[in-house]
């Protein structure tokens, strides 16, 4: 996640005690940092599509894909942060992002696939993360509508406006060098998630005290002749797979949150594996109070975001906060994922063009408030670029739940599962067909099996809310 810098002094053999064994900076990062960065990027827009995703499957299925997943995430999470060093898990060279490890443990073509893989799956989290911040700005606008002049009134409003508010702002912070100054950030994030997913889990609770009527739920979900046809029926479960996969995805920014900590009583791999057990643990326990209390107080009439949706309208003023948590968090995540894009591209320009200053001269500026900040003028052009199409592209493309789901579809397999098998085995030396190395292989292609049917379900829902949707309003 850093610029490369000259190895002089380490190959000398007189390496400062402000830099590690690889020569670069000092690595300051905790398993408590790693558990901030791992909740800021996991508990994020995939909280708020659980409860209806719940509805889809059910009492029984429903809570039991969640589970799943988040035990098959974090059983692979351990096997990937046993790779960042390589031959050794321990001692070894270290890989500083996904496609690094890649090379190292595999090899040949699948540097490129899973290249195509992380950096795609990462392009699309930050477009989901500005239409959902966008959909959450909105929903302020709207609750404040409603409560000033009623329920049934139709409060209409465009989110265009909003996705360039949140462009700015990322435009802004888009030009922080890299991830090892993001903590501060991933911190606040990381408060504003458990702030608006308490917030809904409480509302969602008072209602079921509160209802007199109570929602109407089914051990399999939403009933077939009832609430939605069977064809319907079968789309949106593979759809609700879908979301609740994106929900876990994280994998695609594991190395470079790993390449944060620095090794001290605990080796990185250690720390990681305890960080990604805090996170998973912590966000799996959410997800099962949002999803299974939100599915309780909505029944099969659960909306895809409960904040936004409108599942809630008083007290307006406490879905406004939640929903300006929501807007703060996504600010912070959408910084997450895309700082190892931001990477990538400045690292490989400099490595082709190295006498290039446009691309490698930094500048220091003073700036009040603030010190003296480096200023790269490739690094705010390209950032600033990449802001600007991903917000033109939400724009475009405003559908929050159908998005999600082919998002955590497309991405799920190869980078959470796929590759973390792969190299597990590679690193280990399995023997083929020996009993470990089948059931793993078992668990990849079933994973595969289930990405297939949910970015099935994912595509038929785009398809179809492109026939329902009326441009300039945000959809709900």
Same mark, same amino acid.
């Given at each position: 996640?850093?610029?490369?810098?000259?190895?002089?002094?380490?190959?000398?053999?007189?390496?400062?005690?402000?830099?590690?064994?690889?020569?670069?900076?000092?690595?300051?990062?905790?398993?408590?940092?790693?558990?901030?960065?791992?909740?800021?990027?996991?508990?994020?827009?995939?909280?708020?599509?659980?409860?209806?995703?719940?509805?889809?499957?059910?009492?029984?299925?429903?809570?039991?894909?969640?589970?799943?997943?988040?035990?098959?995430?974090?059983?692979?999470?351990?096997?990937?942060?046993?790779?960042?060093?390589?031959?050794?898990?321990?001692?070894?060279?270290?890989?500083?992002?996904?496609?690094?490890?890649?090379?190292?443990?595999?090899?040949?073509?699948?540097?490129?696939?899973?290249?195509?893989?992380?950096?795609?799956?990462?392009?699309?989290?930050?477009?989901?993360?500005?239409?959902?911040?966008?959909?959450?700005?909105?929903?302020?606008?709207?609750?404040?509508?409603?409560?000033?002049?009623?329920?049934?009134?139709?409060?209409?409003?465009?989110?265009?406006?909003?996705?360039?508010?949140?462009?700015?702002?990322?435009?802004?912070?888009?030009?922080?060098?890299?991830?090892?100054?993001?903590?501060?950030?991933?911190?606040?994030?990381?408060?504003?998630?458990?702030?608006?997913?308490?917030?809904?889990?409480?509302?969602?609770?008072?209602?079921?005290?509160?209802?007199?009527?109570?929602?109407?739920?089914?051990?399999?979900?939403?009933?077939?002749?009832?609430?939605?046809?069977?064809?319907?029926?079968?789309?949106?479960?593979?759809?609700?797979?879908?979301?609740?996969?994106?929900?876990?995805?994280?994998?695609?920014?594991?190395?470079?949150?790993?390449?944060?900590?620095?090794?001290?009583?605990?080796?990185?791999?250690?720390?990681?594996?305890?960080?990604?057990?805090?996170?998973?643990?912590?966000?799996?326990?959410?997800?099962?109070?949002?999803?299974?209390?939100?599915?309780?107080?909505?029944?099969?009439?659960?909306?895809?975001?409960?904040?936004?949706?409108?599942?809630?309208?008083?007290?307006?003023?406490?879905?406004?906060?939640?929903?300006?948590?929501?807007?703060?968090? *996504?600010? /912070? +995540?959408?910084?997450?994922?895309?700082?190892?894009?931001?990477?990538? #591209? =400045?690292?490989?320009? &400099?490595? %082709?063009?190295?006498?290039?200053?446009?691309?490698?001269?930094?500048?220091?500026?003073?700036?009040?408030?603030?010190?003296?900040?480096?200023?790269?003028?490739?690094?705010?052009?390209?950032?600033?670029?990449?802001?600007?199409?991903?917000?033109?592209?939400?724009?475009?493309?405003?559908?929050?739940?159908?998005?999600?789901? *082919?998002? /955590? +579809?497309?991405?799920?397999?190869?980078?959470?599962?796929?590759?973390? #098998? =792969?190299?597990?085995? &590679?690193? %280990?030396?399995?023997?083929?067909?020996?009993?470990?190395?089948?059931?793993?292989?078992?668990?990849?292609?079933?994973?595969?099996?289930?990405?297939?049917?949910?970015?099935?379900?994912?595509?038929?829902?785009?398809?179809?809310?492109?026939?329902?949707?009326?441009?300039?309003?945000?959809?709900?």
């Amino acid at each position: 996640m850093f610029v490369e810098q000259s190895l002089t002094d380490h190959e000398s053999g007189d390496i400062s005690k402000n830099f590690d064994d690889d020569g670069r900076e000092k690595r300051t990062g905790t398993w408590m940092t790693g558990s901030a960065h791992i909740i800021t990027a996991v508990i994020g827009s995939g909280v708020l599509s659980l409860a209806w995703a719940i509805a889809q499957l059910g009492w029984v299925a429903g809570p039991a894909v969640l589970m799943a997943f988040s035990l098959i995430t974090y059983f692979t999470s351990t096997m990937l942060a046993d790779c960042y060093r390589f031959p050794d898990p321990v001692t070894g060279k270290r890989n500083y992002t996904y496609m690094e490890v890649v090379r190292s443990y595999l090899g040949g073509r699948k540097v490129m696939l899973c290249g195509l893989a992380q950096y795609g799956n990462l392009i699309g989290i930050t477009i989901g993360y500005t239409i959902t911040a966008s959909i959450s700005m909105v929903a302020i606008k709207r609750s404040n509508c409603f409560h000033k002049n009623g329920h049934n009134v139709k409060c209409s409003t465009s989110s265009t406006p909003f996705m360039i508010v949140f462009a700015i702002i990322q435009i802004i912070l888009s030009q922080i060098p890299n991830f090892h100054n993001l903590s501060w950030l991933s911190i606040l994030a990381a408060v504003m998630s458990f702030s608006y997913a308490s917030i809904g889990v409480g509302l969602s609770i008072f209602k079921v005290a509160g209802d007199s009527g109570h929602a109407r739920t089914a051990l399999t979900g939403v009933t077939v002749g009832v609430d939605v046809t069977g064809p319907d029926k079968v789309w949106r479960t593979f759809q609700a797979i879908g979301d609740i996969a994106f929900a876990y995805a994280y994998s695609t920014v594991l190395i470079e949150i790993q390449d944060t900590l620095k090794a001290g009583s605990l080796s990185e791999n250690k720390a990681m594996k305890r960080a990604s057990f805090i996170g998973v643990s912590t966000t799996t326990f959410f997800y099962m109070l949002c999803g299974c209390v939100g599915y309780a107080a909505f029944g099969n009439d659960a909306p895809g975001n409960f904040l936004t949706g409108f599942g809630f309208y008083e007290p307006f003023w406490l879905i406004d906060f939640a929903n300006v948590c929501i807007a703060v968090h *996504l600010v /912070g +995540a959408y910084q997450v994922f895309c700082q190892p894009i931001f990477q990538f #591209i =400045e690292s490989q320009s &400099a490595l %082709r063009w190295p006498n290039n200053k446009f691309i490698t001269q930094e500048y220091k500026i003073n700036v009040p408030c603030c010190g003296e900040v480096g200023i790269n003028f490739f690094r705010l052009v390209w950032r600033t670029s990449y802001v600007v199409v991903t917000a033109v592209v939400a724009m475009i493309f405003p559908f929050f739940n159908d998005f999600l789901g *082919l998002i /955590g +579809a497309a991405s799920f397999w190869p980078l959470t599962v796929y590759f973390p #098998i =792969e190299m597990h085995i &590679a690193q %280990r030396k399995m023997k083929k067909f020996s009993f470990t190395w089948t059931w793993l292989k078992i668990l990849s292609w079933a994973c595969f099996l289930v990405s297939l049917v949910a970015a099935a379900g994912s595509v038929q829902g785009l398809i179809q809310s492109l026939k329902d949707f009326k441009p300039f309003t945000a959809p709900e």
